[in-house]
């Protein structure tokens, strides 16, 4: 049946009949210029939605404690030290739940957290 209809398609394309195809909204909505504008709108909302959220940014100090530790630790910078020619920021952590929290010092040298001891006029 296929080999019936297409060369009967074929001839009246060679003699300039133009064949009609029995549109439907769809094939209308995915021909048209809306549809560009609604997907370069959602590609703009999109990006604009990827660069607010931050993705590619750095852990922060408390995420990164949090993980070293293994619980919930709030973070903030008290002070600054200078071991062997490298500055490094020292941040005061609260670590753990309400019952349970302790708090620590830590600093992060070459990329890496690594707990203080020994400054106690942190409040450490």
């Known amino acids: 049946?296929?080999?019936?209809?297409?060369?009967?398609?074929?001839?009246?394309?060679?003699?300039?009949?133009?064949?009609?195809h029995g549109e439907t909204g769809w094939s209308r909505f995915l021909a048209s210029w809306q549809l560009g504008v609604i997907l370069a709108l959602a590609c703009l909302l999109g990006l604009i939605a990827i660069f607010i959220a931050h993705p590619f940014a750095s852990a922060s100090v408390s995420e990164r404690v949090s993980a070293l530790v293994g619980r919930p630790a709030s973070c903030m910078a008290v002070g600054a030290a200078q071991v062997a020619s490298e500055h490094s920021t020292i941040y005061r952590c609260t670590v753990g739940l309400e019952r349970t929290?302790?708090?620590q010092c830590f600093t992060?040298?070459?990329?890496?957290?690594?707990?203080?001891?020994?400054?106690r006029r942190l409040g450490c």
Not at 1 to 20: N, S
Not at 108 to 119: A, M, N, P, S
């Open 1 to 20: 049946m296929a080999r019936t209809i297409v060369p009967a398609l074929l001839d009246d394309v060679a003699d300039g009949v133009p064949v009609e």
């Open 101 to 103: 929290r302790v708090a």
């Open 108 to 119: 992060i040298r070459d990329g890496e957290v690594r707990q203080l001891g020994g400054t």
